[in-house]
Each structure stands twice: as structure tokens, then as C-alpha cells.
């Protein structure tokens, strides 16, 4: 059971716009910065999303990341076949003194 | 550049303690304000946080599995050291050493992971 929760799935056609969810609570997403990562098939996790809404660099601005109060979602415009993956939202959790993950979201581009 | 990569025993048995080192590049452990994580991923599950160290050596670790993780660092050697006591069937993943800028760019390089099977 993670302590950040997300949907299992979501799906879209090319070019849609598409939102994945992150719940959390005070002591994680309502107190702290979001991050939010992408992992294609056998592959390691890279950053798309820190401190809540900033891209690193080579990140396409297609995607974003917001917050409202102890949720935090990531937005993909303009969906692209390549953008299929699985999505983590992280945080870092007061209460806990530690990381926690979100379960993941398996993104599907019909 | 900054790089990270893993590295430890492929297959252990049930009980055994794993001892997983994280060698990287690019950046100094001797300062603070910059961080090595242990991640692992159970094939087909989400993404689970082990253990962190900082350069001033404080050290947080999983509520969860915390009496069985120890993260050490030798700075002299650009090395983390993960051991994993009393290994079971369970822990059997892909464990992922990242880099941490706590507050900032976060979890931001990460290695390419190593397979740890636990098995008999």
C-alpha cells in the first residue's frame, strides 16, 4: 500500500491532453515540494517534474506538474505514442522522515 | 556528467544478508546538501524507497524495513554500501542507487539498476 496514491491507468489518443492524479497528505504533497517520473519499459526511472512544477532540461514543455493543496498532478499535452510509460509521483513525507512513492500510473496512447 | 551505477550479487539465498555498492561519478559525498538513495522495484510493482545518506552523514531509512538496512558511504572511494539482512523470497528486484539534491532537483540520476533474485 503506498502512501501516495494514484490511478492504476490512464489512457488517450494522440494529441489529447491527459492528467494523472497524486494523493498525499499534510505531511508529504501538502507540506513539500511534488516530483513525478517516468519509466519506459525496462529502464531506470528519469525525472520529468521537480519541485512541483519545474522541467529539467530536455524535458518537452508538453508536460507539467501542478499542486493543490495535499494533491499533486502531472498534465501530458499533445499525447504522443512515446509518451507510454509508467508515471511516480514522490515526496518527501515529514512524518515519516523518508521518500515515499505514489503506486505508479500505467499511461496507455490509443 | 554526473553517473551512477549498482552493483552486487545477482541470486541470494532466504536469510542471507545483501551487501548491494552504489559507485558514482560526477559529484563529492563529503558535502552536504547532496544525497545517495536506494530504490528497488519488485518486477511489475511500483517504485519502493530503501535508504538515503547525505553528505554529513545523516541517514534516513523506510519505517518499513528499517531494522533490517544499514547505508554507509565511503567518500574516499565515490561508494554507497546497502546491506539488506535476512533476505526472503519478497525482496526479490531491481534495486536502483540515485542521486539526491534534497529540496531541489530531487531523486535526479539515477543508475541502471541491478536484479537481485532471492531464491533457494
Known amino acids: 500500500q503506498s502512501v501516495l496514491t494514484q490511478p492504476p491507468s490512464a489512457s488517450g489518443t494522440p494529441g489529447q491532453r491527459v492528467t494523472i492524479s497524486c494523493s498525499g497528505s499534510s505531511s508529504n504533497i501538502g507540506g513539500n515540494y511534488a516530483y513525478w517520473f517516468q519509466q519506459l519499459p525496462g529502464t531506470a526511472p528519469k525525472l520529468l517534474i521537480y519541485?512541483?512544477?519545474q522541467r529539467p532540461s530536455g524535458v518537452p514543455d508538453r508536460f507539467s506538474g501542478s499542486k493543490s493543496g495535499t494533491s499533486a498532478s502531472l498534465a501530458i499535452s499533445g499525447l504522443r505514442s512515446e509518451d507510454e510509460a509508467d508515471y511516480y509521483c514522490?515526496?518527501?513525507?515529514?512524518?515519516?522522515?523518508?521518500?515515499?512513492f505514489g503506486g505508479g500510473t500505467k499511461l496507455t496512447v490509443l | 556528467q554526473i553517473t551512477l551505477k549498482e552493483s552486487g550479487p545477482t541470486l541470494v539465498k532466504p536469510t542471507q544478508t545483501l551487501t548491494l555498492t552504489c559507485t558514482f561519478s560526477g559529484f563529492s559525498l563529503s558535502t552536504s546538501g547532496v544525497g545517495v538513495a536506494w530504490i528497488r522495484q519488485p518486477p511489475g510493482k511500483a517504485l519502493e524507497f530503501l535508504a538515503l545518506i547525505y553528505g554529513n552523514d545523516d541517514k534516513r531509512y523506510s519505517p518499513s524495513l528499517k531494522s533490517r538496512l544499514t547505508i554507509t558511504k565511503d567518500t574516499s572511494k565515490n561508494q554507497v554500501v546497502l546491506t539488506m539482512t535476512n533476505m526472503d523470497p519478497v525482496d526479490t528486484a531491481t534495486y536502483y542507487c540515485?542521486?539526491?539534491?534534497?529540496?531541489?532537483?530531487?531523486?535526479?540520476?539515477w543508475g541502471q539498476g541491478t536484479l537481485v533474485t532471492v531464491s533457494s
Open positions: 540515485s542521486h539526491d539534491s534534497p529540496g531541489t532537483t530531487g531523486l535526479d540520476y
Open positions: 519541485m512541483t512544477n
Open positions: 514522490v515526496a518527501w513525507d515529514d512524518s515519516l522522515s523518508a521518500v515515499v
